[in-house]
């Protein structure tokens, strides 16, 4: 019956019906007013349905044109497929650990909060397939279901650790009071962000480069403004995607200049879709705040959310443009990597969503530090191929003709990999 209810909740009724539901017994919970919580939540699932509605415009643009890319390298030869986020997370969810992992992820954040172990409530429970995905894997490794469900357990309280760490950072750099974003996969780019970010630091010249988007409206004029910019990247990427790739040239004309236009509207729709979110989140963590302080003086809490939420910025969606060919390059001359991307490429901008607040929103060393971030995954990913292919076909995944292997760039996660590798140590 349990497991019923949780399906009805992750799977039919999505985010954008259930995180509005949450907030309300959140609400209710802190004694909030009920007419304010109820237009607060239905803010925040509406501004949730617009920013869904423009993610997919991003990446149901950036998709084909990065598929068309892709065929300019017939020659390419790479063993395990990238199938995305959303047969990995499917996968995840299909297994035992991913049965049981709302209750098991939920009730060990209850207990975290209770002894003052973390000040973040985690409400997206539709990425704990993150913590799934770790503990099938240890499953397929171990055969134990307690190794399983304690590697869940290690990679969730990692993530709610990594976004009290970061929520100061986000609130500020993005004006989103008492947040913070314990989503499975961001939380593991903190230390890579910070590591690059510091080696940066000593790098004479290099250290000194501003890139943040008012240096570079004030440097570049209306070429800098991101609905421009936007456009600019748009069209340079259409030109290296669609160039000539059909003998009419008003069909790859036309397909150049609508991604140009669909990168522009990105770049604008965005900041106003999260404007739109905060009309409700802010009522309601001021409302949430009020209550808890009086209950336990001194103490702080946030509210995890989706990474999504921080794709508005420009920043990260210009770096997400330029790492799609990056990455592709980086496919095919990394000795050892055996994943071709495809079905996640189009999606780097969640790659580096945690990027742009913790370097103060410089494009440069966005872009640095999300090549090296798409180095990690792609040898993770690879790394990891032969274990989500043996999870998939335990499920019954029918794996795709021609490949030898499926992963997914979204599944590069290097704590899953790491808590793997850990858990053969105890395989006899």
């Known amino acids: 019956m349990l497991q019923y209810f949780i399906d009805f909740i992750v799977k039919d009724l999505g985010s954008t019906v259930a995180l509005p539901l949450i907030i309300i017994i959140l609400g209710l919970l802190l004694r909030a007013d009920f007419g304010k919580t109820l237009r607060a939540a239905v803010t925040i699932g509406v501004g949730f349905i617009g920013l869904g509605l423009v993610i997919n415009l991003l990446i149901g643009t950036l998709d084909p044109a990065t598929k068309a890319m892709i065929e300019r390298f017939p020659g390419i030869h790479l063993v395990s497929m990238d199938v995305g986020w959303g047969v990995a997370a499917a996968i995840a969810f299909a297994t035992f650990v991913g049965a049981i992992i709302v209750p098991l992820a939920f009730g060990v954040n209850i207990i975290m909060l ?51 760490l970061t929520a100061k950072r986000i609130q500020e ?31 004479p010249g290099l250290n000194k480069l501003e890139a943040d988007p008012d240096t570079i409206k004030k440097k570049l004029g209306i070429i800098g403004e991101p609905l421009i910019l936007g ?10 995607a669609y ?30 879709i999260i404007a739109i979110f905060m009309e409700g989140l802010l009522p309601f963590s001021e409302s949430a705040k009020v209550y808890l302080q009086k209950r336990f003086p001194g103490k702080e809490f946030y509210i995890g959310l989706d990474s999504a939420i921080l ?59 999300g090549t090296f971030i798409m180095i990690v995954v792609l040898y993770t990913s690879s790394s990891l191929a032969p274990l989500l292919t043996d999870v998939a076909r335990d499920i019954g995944y029918q794996i795709p003709k021609g490949a030898t292997q499926i992963t997914a760039l979204s599944g590069g996660n290097w704590v899953a990999w790491l808590l793997t590798q850990v858990a ?3 395989v006899h």
């Open 311 to 369: 794709l508005g910025h420009p920043i990260t969606i210009a770096t997400s443009i330029l790492l799609i060919p990056i990455t592709l390059a980086l496919a095919i001359i990394l000795p050892g990597n055996t994943t071709l991307p495809l079905a996640d490429l189009a999606a780097t901008a969640f790659f580096v969503a945690m990027a742009a607040p913790l370097t103060r929103g410089n494009l440069i060393r966005t872009v640095i530090i």
């Open 114 to 164: 209770l002894f003052g172990w973390t000040k973040t409530m985690n409400v997206d429970i539709w990425n704990f397939w993150h913590y799934a995905f770790t503990g099938s894997l240890v499953y397929i490794v171990t055969k134990s279901l307690t190794l399983a469900l304690l590697a869940s357990i290690i990679h969730e309280v990692y993530s709610l650790k990594m976004a009290d």
């Open 243 to 272: 160039w000539g790739n059909n003998p009419d040239w008003r069909i790859w004309v036309g397909d150049i200049f609508k991604l140009a236009m669909s990168m522009a509207a990105v770049m604008l729709l965005v900041p106003r």
């Open 173 to 203: 750099f993005f004006n989103l009071p008492s947040v913070s974003i314990p989503q499975g996969w961001a939380v593991t780019s903190v230390p890579i962000v910070l590591g690059i970010n510091w080696v940066i630091d000593k790098i």
């Open 424 to 426: 053969k140590l105890f």
């Open 231 to 240: 456009l600019i990247l748009g069209f340079l990427f259409g030109i290296v």
